[in-house]
């Protein structure tokens, strides 16, 4: 299982430093591919670490890696924690509540009020 998507998405990241750690963990989850369950933990965490680098990645660029990692983890059938609503965007409780065509919202399942909309 590859990551490409992902793979591409971090590349457009112009802090070498950042680039090379998400790569580093796009690697731990191609390595561990055959145990599912322990690869999806780690696209778990990966999805918690990009969007919790608000100061450091332009909404964009969070919002276009986290899509790819989506992606990739839905091609590698990996189950996550996380949840992905089309036209939708979070409400002040951190739920996917509020239509909006525009929106993509990200809401993690496990840790009520963690909710990203872009």
């Known amino acids: 299982m590859k990551f490409t998507a992902s793979r591409k ?16 963990m796009i690697s731990r ?10 690869a999806g933990r780690h696209v778990s965490n990966l999805i918690r670490v990009v969007a919790s680098l608000e100061n450091t990645l332009t909404k964009k660029n969070r919002m276009s ?9 839905k091609k590698a059938e990996l ?3 996380w949840e ?12 996917c ?3 909006n065509p525009d929106k993509i919202c990200y809401r993690d399942t496990w840790v009520p ?3 990203m909309s872009g």
């Open 9 to 24: 998405a971090i590349a457009k990241i112009e802090k070498k430093k950042i680039r090379q750690d998400l790569e580093q």
């Open 29 to 38: 989850i191609e390595k561990t591919s055959t145990n599912k369950e322990g």
């Open 65 to 73: 890696v986290i899509e790819s990692i989506f992606s990739d983890a």
């Open 79 to 81: 189950p996550h924690q």
């Open 84 to 95: 992905r609503k089309e036209g939708y965007e979070c409400d002040k409780q951190g739920n």
């Open 97 to 99: 509540s509020i239509v």
């Open 113 to 115: 009020g963690v909710c």
